[in-house]
C-alpha cells in the first residue's frame, strides 16, 4: 500500500454524504474515510487484521462516489480494493477463483459454453417452473440472486456473431477497435450490435477481434493481479495487431479497467498508448454529435439517465451521455436526482452482499419512479441487470435501455 | 467497562447500535482535527431523545463519561472521548416542523444543515447559517458549537437562529429552553449557555430554529487581485461603503490552487488573491450593491472582475470555496486549520501577521476564510511525520493567536476550543473568564461527566 495515500486523508468527512453505505448505515466503519483509517492503522501496526475488519471493508461497493468528492484527492474506494486484492493474492487463489478466474474468465470459448445451460434452463420452460414451484428456495441463496438477476439470454453471444470488421458507412473518417464486453457480448448483445451499428453509421471502421479476452476487472476483485495483468497483456497484444484510432467500448467496467492497464503495467509503453486509445462509447458519439443528429428521428418519450459508477466515477463521464440522450429529437430529458449514486450492482455485490444491494437499489428506484421518466438510460452491463430486475419488480412501467439501444432505435423510428 | 453496563446499553438502543469492536472504536478516534485520536469505550447510536436521557441517567448513575458527536467534522478535538460512551445523533435526524406562521423550524439533532435548508428553501423560506461543511455537519453539532458560515456578516452565525432548545442534562433530566416566542425575559437566557456549550452541558434532543423569508435575488461575484493586501483593503472599503454582502470570502493564492486543482471553476492561477462577494436581497438592492461592489474592488486595482450568469455558476463558485480546507490537504498530508478572527477593520494588518510568522518560522501558511467578519483560516500545509515542522507551525499559530487577541480579536471564531485550542483560552479570558466558566459547568454538571476535558 502506498503510506502517503492513506494519510492525506484529512477526514473531513465530505465523503460522508456521497458514500451509499455510509448513507445507510451512518457508521463510520461504512464510511470512506473510516476505511481508510482501518487500512491506516493496519499499516502502521495499531490494529490487527481481523475477520470483522475484512468484514466491514467487503461493505464498500468501490463505487469511488467518494473519490469524486474528495478535494484532497484520496480514493477511498480503490484503496480499499487495492488493499482486499493484496490480502486475496498473499492468501492465494482457493479452489472456486482459480477455476472462475483461470479456467474459465479468460477463455471467451469455455465462458460461453458454460452459459448454454442457462440458455436451456430458460428455453425449455424449466426456468418458469422452477420460479413457479419456487424451487430455489432449497439451494444456496446466492444461487437465487443470480437466477433472478439473468434476463433472458440471446441465441447467442455476439461474439460468435459479429464480423471482425464491419466497414463504414459513406465516407470512412478512421478506424476504431471495439472492446467487447463478456456481459455485453453473453447478455446484451443488442446494445453492442448497436454500438457497432452507430460506429459505422458514423463513418468509422470497427475492428472486433474475435480472440480478445475478458478486460481483468474479475480477475482484480478476485485477488488475482497477475490474472488481471495476463488478461491486460492479451489485449494489448491483440489490438496493437490492427491500426486503430481508438479503442471503444460500450461497457463502463471494462473502459475503466482498460484505461487502468497503463497503470497495472506500469514502465510498459505498449501498455500505456492502449490506455490513452481507450474511449467509452459516449465520448466518441459525442465528438461528433452533429453529424449523429441528422440520422435520428423523433421518439417521444421522457428519459432519464442514471451514471454507472465505472463511467462517471471511475472515468469522470457525466456531460456526454447527457448530451446525446437531448439529441434524440422529441425526449423529455428529465435529471435523475442522486444520477450518480451507485446503483447497487458494484460487480458482484448484489450477490455477495444482497441485504445492502437492495436498499441502495431501493433508494435508486425511488428516484427514477419520482422522475416520471418512461425509460431509464444507462451505460454498464452490470447496472442494466442490477435495475432490470428492480423496475420489473417495482416499476415495471418503466422501460430500461443501455444509451446505444435508444440512440439506435432512434436511427430507425 | 464492565459487561453488565454494556448490556444495560443495548438494551436501550439495541445491540446493532453498541458499538464496542476495536475496528468501531478506532474509527472514531477521530473527528476532522488534525494530530488528535482519542479511542472511546463504546459508541451509540441512539434514535430518540428517550434513549439518550435513558443512556444520561445510566451513565450518570455509573459515574461514566458521555461526549456527543453528529457527524464528526469538529475541527478542535471536541467530539473525542478518552474511554468513555459516544452519542452519535445521526439517526435523530428527522424534521420535526416547519412553522411557516411563526416562522421556525424544529429539528432532532441529527439533521444535517443543508438537508433543513433545502427543506425551508422550497417553501420561500430561510436558514441562513451554512458552515463550509453544511452538507456533513449536524444540526446539534452546529448549535453545540455555535457554528458560522459564509453568510456570517450579514446573517450572523447559529447562535442569532436558536429560539428554543430541549436539552438533556447530565443526570438525564430534561431542560425546555426558550421556544416559538420572539421576547422571552423570564429568568436568565440559559439558550446562549448551551449554544457553543461544546457538549459539555448537556446534549440536545430538539432544536427549534428562527426562519426569515428567503432573499429574492442574488448576484454572485469574483474578484482577483495582483497584489494580496489589495483585496483586504477592499474588504474595509465595502464594509465602510455601507454595503453589507452576504457573503465576502477571501482566497489566497495558495487555496486558489488547490482549489482550481479539484474543483475546476476557472479560478486565476496567476493573482494573489481573490474574493468571492454575493449580495443577496430585493432585486433593485442587490443590482446596486453588486454595482457598488464592482466598483470598489476596480478602485482597488483588482486585475479581473466576473459576475455569475447564472444560479449554476454562483453555486459552483460557493462550492468551490467550500472545499477550500480539503482542497489544501492536496499539496501536504497534514492540514492544521485555526480560526482566529480579528475585528473586520484589522482584516489587512491580520493578513500581514499570517504571512510574517509563515515566513518567520519557515512554514508554508494558506489563508482563506470570511474576510468580512474578520474570520480567517491560516492553514498549516505539513506533514505529521515531520516533527520540526510540526513544532514550527505550532509556535507560529501561537504568534497568531497572541497577535488576534492584541487587536481585540479571539481565538476562536467558529471551530470552538475543544481540546485543540484549550491552551490558548485563559490568556482571552483571563482568570475571572475560566472561574465563571467552571461554575456554570459544575451548575450543569457537577460529576464532570459530559465531555470533560474539553474547553477548559
Known sequence: MDYVKLINCMRCGMCLPVCPTYKETFLETASPRGRVVLIRKIEEGNLEQSEQLLEYLSLCLDCQACASACPSGVNAGELVADFTCERKTAQGLGFTEDLILRKLVPHPDRLESSMTPVRVYQNSGLQKLVRTLGVLKMFPKPLGRMEGLLPKLPAKPLRQEVNEVTPAVGRERGTVGFFLGCVMSLIFSDASRATIRLLSSLGY????????????????????????????????????????DFIVTDCGGCGAELKKYGHHLQG???????????????????????????????????????DPCHIAHCQGIRQEPRDLLKLIPGVEYKELECADSCCGSAGTYNIGKPEMSDRILQRKLDTVRASGAELLVTGNPGCLLQLKKGLAEQLPEVKIMHLTEILAQSMDS | MRPSFIKEL???????????????LAVYGYDSTAELESLPGVVLLPDSGEQIAQIMSLCHDEGVCVTPRGSGTNLSGGSLSAGGVVIQTSRLNRIIEVDEENLTATVEPGVITSALHREVEER?????????????????????????GLRGLKYGVTADYVMGLQTILADGELLRTGGKVVKDVAGYSLNPLLVSSEGTLGLFTSITVKLIPKPQAKITML??????ADAALTVSAIIAAKVIPATLEFLDKVTIKCVEDYAHVGLPLDVDAALLIETDGHPVVVTEEAAAVETICRQHRCSFFQTAKNDEEALKLATARRTALSALARLRPTTILEDATVPRSCIAAMLKVIQNTARKYNVVIGTFGHAGDGNLHPTCLTDERDQDEIKRAHAAFEEIFDAAISMGGTITGEHGVGLAKKRYLPKLAGESGIRVMRGIKHAFDPKGILNPGKIF
Open chain 1, 205 to 244: 471502421r470497427v475492428i472486433t477481434p474475435r480472440n480478445q479476452v475478458c478486460c481483468g476487472a474479475p480477475n482484480m476483485l478476485g485477488g488475482d493481479l497477475a490474472g488481471l495483468k495476463d488478461a491486460a497483456r492479451a489485449n494489448i497484444d491483440i489490438f496493437a495487431g490492427y491500426e486503430v
Open chain 2, 124 to 148: 420561500g423560506l430561510f436558514y441562513p447559517p451554512d458552515p463550509g461543511s453544511m452538507n456533513i455537519s449536524t444540526m446539534g453539532g452546529n448549535v453545540a458549537e455555535n457554528s458560522g
Open chain 1, 268 to 306: 510498459s509503453d505498449a501498455a500505456e498508448a492502449f490506455s490513452t486509445k481507450v474511449r467509452d462509447i459516449s465520448q466518441i458519439l459525442a465528438l461528433h454529435a452533429e453529424d449523429l443528429m441528422l440520422l435520428l428521428k423523433p421518439l417521444p418519450i421522457k428519459v432519464t439517465y442514471h
Open chain 2, 10 to 24: 443495548q438494551t436501550i438502543v439495541g445491540k446493532q447500535y453498541t458499538l464496542t469492536d476495536r475496528e468501531s
Open chain 2, 223 to 228: 474578484a482577483h487581485f495582483p497584489v494580496m
